[in-house]
């Protein structure tokens, strides 16, 4: 099988728009095993059957799916050699939930210094606007800069920061439509947030968080970041008490040589 890159417009796309989708699918044989391992981590965990800030601390199991060589191939094409996992997310907005995502920056809710990080969205159940598909500002990631947010406590909020409305301009928005089995690539300063799933179809979908290995991954402002935002969905411990979520280096070596991982998947680069 050939493995899938990403084309050399497509990379232009995601440099110019903050975002790409690229020619590739999961198979079905995928999609059903992260629908099974979720709902295994679901029932153990009910509190989190809208979002999970973090999976790989409760199921390990979840790193497989991390570990699709068409994925890394094309992360490697925005990253370069050298990338770490250090996180996956599950946003699962089941039918009739009215869950929003705030417009916000990835970043400002980040740990790795310098920021930088390419997010692999997976759509595991077909995403559209009726079920809250995500939404995106194209171009709001050029500049390289954290836009000013604000904190939003109000109930119903997946995420309790959110931009300040001079910060964007909502009506460039556009809608990430993807089929299941597609994902989508997008930038850590790219805006973007998500409506309330009001249909009667599940919207799930799944993150991964890859970071080049020249950042650092700093405890400290993870440490600080959890005991003044908690995870909102649930009141689990164990959640609250981590002061650090694994990282898993998949391609290349540890270039700021800070970085301490939970495994080693990858070969050093040639």
């Not at 089941?94 to 995502?101: D, L, S, V």
């Not at 939003?152 to 920061?161: I, R, T, V």
């Not at 300040?164 to 597609?182: N, R, T």
């Not at 993870?222 to 935002?229: A, D, F, G, L, V």
């Amino acid at each position: 099988m050939i493995a899938t890159q990403l084309t050399d417009a497509q990379v232009a796309e995601y440099h110019e728009n903050g975002f790409v989708v690229p020619d590739y699918r999961l198979s079905q044989g995928t999609l059903e095993a992260i629908r099974a391992t979720h709902s295994r981590l679901i029932a153990k965990y009910p509190q989190f059957f809208d979002y999970c800030s973090a999976l790989l601390p409760l199921d390990e199991s979840f790193i497989k799916f991390a570990r699709d060589e068409n994925i890394l191939n094309m992360v490697g094409q925005i990253l370069g050699n050298n990338f770490a996992l250090w996180n996956s997310s599950f946003f699962a907005k089941p039918a009739k939930i009215g869950t929003t995502t705030p417009w916000h920056q990835d970043g400002q809710y980040w740990a790795m210094r310098p920021l930088a990080t390419c997010t692999a969205w997976m759509a595991i159940d077909d995403s559209t606007p009726e079920n809250g598909c995500l939404r995106v500002i194209p171009g709001s990631h050029k500049g390289k800069n954290l836009r000013r947010h604000q904190v939003n406590d109000s109930p119903g909020l997946a995420l309790n920061q959110e931009l300040l409305p001079s910060e964007f301009d909502e009506s460039k928005a556009v809608d990430m439509i993807l089929k299941a089995g597609q994902i989508s690539l997008h930038d850590v300063y790219l805006a973007h947030g998500s409506e309330p799933n009001q249909s009667d179809r599940p919207r799930r979908g799944m993150t991964l968080r890859f970071m080049p290995t020249s950042s650092y991954y700093d405890r400290d402002i993870e440490k600080e970041r959890h005991q003044s935002n908690p995870y909102r969905s649930g009141d689990d411990s164990r959640l609250k008490r981590l002061q650090r979520l694994p990282l898993y280096l998949m391609r290349g070596i540890d270039l700021c040589g800070r970085n301490e991982y939970e495994a080693v998947f990858s070969n050093p680069t040639r």
